[in-house]
Structure formats: structure tokens, C-alpha cells
């Protein structure tokens, strides 16, 4: 990761942002801004790079004092970075969103498109296709993110969801799936029909396009 100061000075993420708009700035970048410094010894892209791989993690919550966890974050940057979640939230609500067709949920996970390791997603929908929530269930490596039938379900049983949509992003770039995304969606499958929960469908996604094991009929 590149500190501030050996990014060229036009592509920093404040300058980024004025020049291309805030949708070309990964999310790091985004915290960067919203930190607006480093701390002492503590270079800003650094403690937005952790916050960020905490937070998708789920080892910390949103909240200031899981925050001020983070190595380089103290009690103001905290609450910065608290209040923007909240208010994020509270603007976008993704949860409710009325799913139509499985690829409606890219919005709301396209965001983890530029992640470097891969990250296998959970989208649990209501009975009438509303999110109810989505959530990170594995970070992998560079060309997989193991995940098990229990870890995918366990969080839409407590929602008392009635479908889920998984979802992963591809690194490497391809949106092939592989002979193992093959195997784990047909595990899923089975998994979600004896927990009465329908796997919808099994997106892989990159910066640049999706693949749908469903439209392809691999589900």
C-alpha cells in the first residue's frame, strides 16, 4: 500500500474525487478522505487500508469505541468514521430493496469488486424479495474464499429468511467459475432446500461485468 505522499499529488483521493467523482475512488480511498490525516507515525492510507479490512472482517463493529480498536485511530477519527456509517445507513438503507431478479443486488455489493482477496458474500432476502440484510461471510485468498453450508446460513436462519443470494468478487479478473464454485453452489443449493431456504443465485463479479450460474444454468 502507497502512503499519502508517494501517490502523485492529482491522484490522491481528494483530488481523485473533485476530477472523476466520488464512484472512481475505492473505499479506502473514501475513509482516506473522511480521515483527512494519518496520525502520529501513522500514514492515512495505512489506518484507512486497516479500517477498511476490519470492518469487512466483522472483527470490529461501526461503532466509535470498536473503532479506536484499530491501530492509528483515535476517538475523533472514530467518530467520524461512525457517524459517516450511520449516516450512509440511514440515506441508502439497502435493506427492504425489492429484488426482482438476483443481478438487482450488484448495487449493493459492487463495492467489494476492487478487494484483493477474494470475499463471498450473503444477500438474505424476505419472503417478498426484500434485503433484509448482506454481510461478508469469508475473506479468502487471492483465488478463494472457503466457506461452508453453516457459515453461509447461519446469520439468514436468524433473519428467518425465506431466500439468499450469494455472491463473490474475482480478483484475478476472470469470471469463470471454477470446478470448486461449481461444487459449493450445488452444496448451497442442497443445503438451502433442506433448511427451506431457496439459493436464488450464485453471482461472480469483477470491476468490469458479472456472472450468474443461474442465467447460466449452473445452479
Do not use: W
Amino acid at each position: 500500500m502507497k502512503s499519502i505522499h508517494d501517490i502523485p499529488a492529482c491522484d490522491r483521493p481528494r483530488e481523485k474525487l473533485h476530477r472523476r467523482g466520488p464512484r472512481a475512488l475505492a473505499d479506502h480511498e473514501l475513509l482516506a478522505i473522511l480521515l483527512g490525516s494519518g496520525s502520529r507515525g501513522e500514514d492515512v492510507m495505512r489506518v484507512a487500508t486497516r479500517i477498511l479490512a476490519a470492518l469487512d472482517s466483522g472483527s470490529v463493529e461501526p461503532h466509535a469505541a470498536d473503532l479506536q480498536k484499530i491501530k492509528g485511530v483515535g476517538p475523533a477519527k472514530a467518530a467520524v468514521i461512525a457517524a459517516a456509517l450511520e449516516f450512509a445507513r440511514r440515506r441508502i438503507r439497502p435493506e427492504g430493496v425489492t429484488v426482482t431478479e438476483p443481478v438487482a443486488v450488484l448495487p449493493l455489493i459492487r463495492h467489494y469488486a476492487d478487494r484483493k482477496q477474494e470475499h463471498f458474500l450473503a444477500i438474505s432476502l424476505s419472503g417478498a424479495r426484500e434485503v433484509i440484510a448482506t454481510r461478508v461471510v469469508s475473506i479468502g485468498l487471492v483465488d478463494q474464499a472457503p466457506v461452508h453450508p453453516r457459515e453461509v446460513f447461519a446469520d439468514p436462519i436468524v433473519d428467518r429468511a425465506a431466500a439468499v443470494i450469494v455472491a463473490h468478487n474475482h480478483p484475478s479478473g476472470s469470471l469463470t467459475p471454477s470446478a470448486e464454485d461449481l461444487t459449493m453452489t450445488r452444496r448451497l443449493a442442497a443445503a438451502g432446500k433442506t433448511l427451506g431456504i431457496e439459493l436464488l443465485d450464485h453471482i461472480i463479479f469483477n470491476a468490469r461485468g458479472y456472472y450468474s450460474l443461474k442465467a447460466h444454468q449452473q445452479l
